[in-house]
């Protein structure tokens, strides 16, 4: 565990039990909700002005089909559930390709060019009972910590989020209590553009879990 890079008050506060007497145990934790943007050949589907991730679980249906837990293991929509802390120390967003329409695409509509447009465009916001706790933008300033690097010799891109390491994260120190509810957006300002693929987007939180001792 990374105990080490805490603040003391942050410290004190997941080893602090949520519920008085409870024996706890503190582990090292991901939660993760990914989602599907369904583009097209033709171009006639245009990225929404806003998307919302952790906002259903395992099972529950979506644009991109019924949510598996390749999708997410979040254990109740915008929160981590009773009885448990979860401090978030790194937020980490990915764009990846998903089942990839080539054929007949022009070289600005290829996957590099999508995934171009949605990190340098979206803004990234996190809000825990509806205050704001982070704000970026682009998306391309939270790295993907997975190494996801996508080049194209004959358009000449090179996208990346982040160089191709693993440890590759944005540091805070958020701290969800229990129950408390939370919303994880991404926000296109000056609106949707079209998408000409199907993109896999999603957000990894990483940090510290709490729970009930062999829960």
């Known amino acids: 565990m990374r105990t080490n890079l805490l ?3 942050s410290k004190a506060w997941i080893y602090t039990p949520a519920d008085a007497g409870q024996d706890i145990e503190v582990i090292h934790w991901q ?3 990914y989602q599907t943007i369904l583009g097209v050949v033709g171009g006639t589907v245009s990225m ?3 998307l919302s991730f952790f906002n259903a679980t395992a099972g529950q249906p979506t644009v991109g089909g019924v949510l598996t837990k390749e999708d997410t293991n979040i254990p109740k929509p915008n929160s981590v559930g009773s009885p448990y802390k979860f401090l978030i120390q ?3 967003f990915n764009a990846m390709p998903a089942v990839p329409v080539t054929e007949g695409l022009t070289v ?4 590099c060019d999508d995934i171009a447009q949605i990190l340098t465009r979206g803004v990234a916001s996190l809000r825990v009972l509806g205050v704001d706790r982070m704000e970026v933008s682009p998306l391309g300033a939270l790295p993907s910590g997975m190494g996801f ?3 194209d010799a004959a358009s ?3 996208v990346a989020n982040g160089w191709p390491v ?3 994260s944005y540091p805070v120190e958020i701290g969800l209590h229990k129950d408390t509810s939370f919303e994880l957006n991404i926000d296109f300002p000056k609106g949707g553009f079209v998408v000409y693929n199907y993109i896999k987007l999603g957000f990894i939180l990483d940090g510290l879990l709490q729970r009930p001792k062999g829960k």
Do not use: C, F, I
């Open 7 to 9: 603040s003391e008050a």
């Open 31 to 33: 939660y993760y909700y």
């Open 48 to 50: 929404p002005t806003s």
């Open 90 to 92: 790194e937020v980490k």
């Open 108 to 111: 600005g509509q290829r996957v």
């Open 149 to 151: 690097d996508l080049s």
């Open 156 to 158: 000449a891109y090179n």
């Open 166 to 168: 693993l440890s590759n």
